[in-house]
């Protein structure tokens, strides 16, 4: 299936700072999800990324899926501490299971 | 209010006992899914359904049993063959492929 690397495994920040994570692979990916875990808690969807060059925001957020389709990024502008969580990307193998990436964990120091 | 519930949020068993994992969905999705999570590690695929009445083995599914009698339900056996069993489970459903998924909150299996 597919096989996604994401880099840092772990990032440790002040408030205020900026925030990537990358996600890569060897393969040309049909789409590519974000999402965040909190200390303690499940997975949450943040968002899908389908087209090449694709960029989306939610705030604070911006998301970039590749020209190529390989790669994909979640920049967090000026974090807080409720951006505080591990943050994976996922993509689908076929059509029907998602594989994950190992995460980024963020901290955010106040 | 939909979503997924999974209960217990905390199981303690001994060594060598079968244990079964509930969760359910009010969300009217066909697919549903286990993972199992470890410390600082992502999400692997136990199981999955398309549909009620069939499942798929996914990557880690030795030891393990799943059955899907209803749409509602997708219970998660974790047998005595599973060499190592303490982990976060989690369930999760989607509308259908190439979907997002959505998570319930877990049980965190404690095996002694």
């Known amino acids: 299936g597919q096989q996604v690397m994401q880099i840092p495994q772990y990032q440790h920040v002040q408030e205020g700072e900026d925030f990537t994570t990358y996600c890569n692979s060897s393969?040309?990916?049909?789409?590519i999800q974000w999402y965040k875990q909190r200390p303690g808690g499940h997975p949450v969807f943040l968002i899908q990324l389908v087209k090449s060059g694709e960029v989306k925001k939610q705030k604070r957020l911006t998301f970039q899926f590749g020209e190529a389709k390989k790669n994909s990024s979640l920049h967090i502008t000026a974090t807080q501490t409720t951006d505080v969580g591990t943050y994976f990307c996922a993509v689908y193998s076929g059509y029907s299971t998602l594989t994950f990436g190992k995460g980024t964990m963020l901290l955010v120091s106040p | 209010d939909g979503g997924i519930t999974q209960s217990p949020k905390y199981l303690f068993r001994k060594e060598g006992q079968n244990v079964t994992l509930s969760c359910e969905q009010n969300?009217?999705?066909?697919?549903m899914y286990w993972y199992r999570q470890d410390p600082g590690q992502g999400l692997r695929l136990i199981y999955y359904s398309q549909i009620v009445n069939d499942f798929q083995k996914g990557d880690i599914a030795e030891g393990y049993s799943v059955s899907r009698e209803k749409k509602e339900s997708f219970p998660l056996t974790v047998t005595s063959a599973q060499k190592n069993p303490t982990a976060f489970y989690l369930c999760a459903s989607s509308m259908g492929r190439l979907r997002e998924q959505f998570f319930g909150p877990g049980t965190r299996l404690t095996v002694l």
């Open positions: 969300l009217n999705h066909d697919a």
């Open positions: 393969t040309t990916l049909s789409n």
